[in-house]
């Protein structure tokens, strides 16, 4: 369940902490991520990959290397909370918070916003206001946040954990429900969305993950939101496991039943205790009930090395607290389709060996699209390829799947060779992508010509 957090891991496969902390693997960023990585091989799924940040932790150069080369999305831990943010009333600080966001923007990384409102972590002051100036002090709290991170924020938990456990469906008590009433979770979603029109709203909660009398009361709100047309975009599913609470057996069924309401979900706060195999195979049923979900738009697991977990002594992440990769990553990576070896670009081939290469835009939004490059054999077998791509300015590559990349002092052209997919028979076909992040440029990228080994 959501309480304080910390976290943190390493970027070393196969190193050890000292290897990770060298200057060539740090420089390792998002924007040209190999196909091994979980957020590129998320991306080819048309899916995020994110993980929960803690501000603090982002000098260790570990954990910003680990940070940068697997991860597509962030979520701070505690930095939007209440008490980070306004632990006096109407004096605002942003500052751990704007050194998440902009580290995330400068590697094109999804940011999802957590939390607005939520009975816990909250200073003292807003217990002790009446009704009218707690409704005020609600509303300004959501605009001034909002408002800071307006443009920059892909997703917000407009309410985390407004519904109690067990089997009442009832309310949580808080100093909302008690002075507001029910009304107070659709008021801060209509405040959220006259802010910024262009976030995904998300109402967030754990314990919802399968089918019981807590997700059903989940259901039955979201349901009459979306009856009525209170904004709601998103329900996260929060997914903290262990043996005595395991992955419900109907849980791609539950994230199918909110996305029928006509809303996303996401995995929001993932992690599983355990070690070995049995938590290898909860983390890819967790991601398999995503993928078969079209709706399901991402996954965030909470943390990037069980050194810095809430539930460090369970162990639930994906790396452990030397930054090494757990048997649950590589079952994730496996799940998302990723490999995790990298190759060459061959040498080698015949005379006369060709190749070809088409661009296709494969989906397109406000702020950014994926574009897919098919690279195709001539009429004689091929070893290897390779092939530029150039971004008009100011546009920027976040992901990069099922290639290698290089960049020209400019940072415009991508060089990119291949990784698994070297050998091509006369006439066969591969094919690599990219999410660009438009940066106010919606121009389409120019492909030059394909040079074949």
Sequence with gaps: MDMPKAFSRRAARALTSALLATATLTALSHSAAAAGTLGSAAAGKGRYFGTAVAASHLGESAYAGTLDREFSAVTPENEMKWDATESTRNTFTFAAADQIVSHAQSKGMKIRGHTLVWHSQLPSWVSGLGAADLRTAMNNHITQLMQHYKGKIYAWDVVNEAFQD??????????????????????????????????KLCYNDYNTDGVNAKSNAVYN???????????????????????????????????????????????????IEGSGTAQANSYATVVKACLAVSRCTGMTVWGITDKYSWRSSGTPLLFDSNYAEKPAYDAVLTALGGSGSGGGGGNGGG????????????????????????????????TGWTTTVTFPAPQKVSTLWNGSASWDSSGTVMTVRPTYNADLAAGASTSFGFTVQKNGSSSAPTVGTCTAS
């Design 351 to 382: 005379t006369g060996a060709t190749c070809t290469v088409v661009f296709t835009k494969t989906a397109d939004w406000n702020d950014g699209y994926n574009g897919q490059v098919t690279v195709t054999a001539g009429a004689a077998p091929i």
């Design 221 to 271: 709100m979201v349901k009459d939101f979306k009856s009525r047309g209170v904004p709601i975009d998103c329900v996260g599913f929060q997914s903290h496991f262990n043996s005595a609470s395991p992955v419900p057996s109907d849980y791609r069924a539950n994230l199918q039943r909110f996305a029928d309401l006509g809303v996303d979900v996401q995995i929001t706060e993932l992690d």
């Design 166 to 199: 067990g089997s009442s469906g009832a309310r949580r008590s808080s100093p909302f429900q008690d002075k507001l009433g029910d009304g107070y979770i659709e008021e801060a979603f209509r405040t959220a969305r006259s802010v910024d029109p262009d976030a």
